[in-house]
């Protein structure tokens, strides 16, 4: 059996990688990009300093920097009118994973037109946009090499996955040094996403030779590194294994894909507006422990990857070892519970049906080593609520 593996067409990783932008364009034949970011993005100057290297190259470039976070069809409309209106030839995303799933959104509907829910999963949206050129500023979505967008339905409340060729950037400018301004709430929530990244893609129900090797490599950058980004922003060292950590979790899951913690985290983060990479925190003891009786040896390489069980330990031992580290983790990094971050108990047991529904609908949990039905995915639900 073959596998199918997609990666962007050029990569350019490490310090310094984001001043390649201007040559990466005219490598491309690119010369009128649009450059898709957030506020921040533009506060921090990040924005200005890529269009000063473009102006310097003789590149013109314009700017929409009106995306959000956890991106709906809404908040991107703005941005599709301004490819359609204008004369671009390509697209620089720059941001988390929102400005880049954003972009991404931004560049077919720009080509193609229509809306958003035109494009959900189990469309194969193969068509490419405009060329999209990714510069990743957070160590978690991996968006910058995956074939991959999310966008929450505003009308009904839906984090819906958009899947397909179309949605590959085709470069990724992988500089780790734009991230040394991230917060640690971010740098927590983005590496324990991209962690989850690595696990659900060595796991998968999809899993090959090639997406294992990236998510074992992945897992052992970023669970040593996961806790010094976190204490000690300016370290360095820290900083570039999590960004390196999760570009390869990224590439596991874009060719693997991920299970059941993202089919039931989109749902929690509509809802509730929980960032992603919390969300996926928050529930990732509980599917872990759930899904390890599908999977025990699989699992019990993660242990041993990240470095918390041994060679010598058995799967049982190192399957135990796992469990610990994911809630130690959660603990020293902060993270809130559903109740800690500010969720009502009546809202979210209302809406555990509606979320699981939501989440089988994404097809996620079908990945998963240990596929569950509806009802099972509401008792996790009130697992997660439960657990200290």
Known sequence: MSHRIVLPRLMEVGAGASQQLAVVLRNLGCNRPLIVTDRMMVELGYAARLAEQLEQAGIASQCFADTEPEPSAASIRAGVRMVREGDFDSIVALGGGSPIDSAKAIGILGMFGGEMRDYRFPRDVSDAGLPLIAIPTTAGTGSEVTRFTIITDETSDEKMLCAGLGFMPVAALIDYELTLSLPPRVTADTGIDALTHAIEAYVSRKASLYSDAQALEAMRLLAPNLRSAFHEPRNLAAREAMMLGATLAGIAFSNASVALVHGMSRPIGAFFHVPHG?????LLPAVTAFSIPAAPERYADCARAMGV?????????ANDKLLSELRVLNQELQVPSP?????TRERFFELRETMARQALASGSPGNNPRVPSEAEIIDLYETVWNQE
Request: glycine share 16%; charged share 15%.
């Open 278 to 282: 919390l969300s996926n925190a928050m």
């Open 309 to 317: 069980a041994g060679e010598g330990d058995s799967v049982e031992t």
């Open 339 to 343: 109740a800690q971050f500010g969720i």
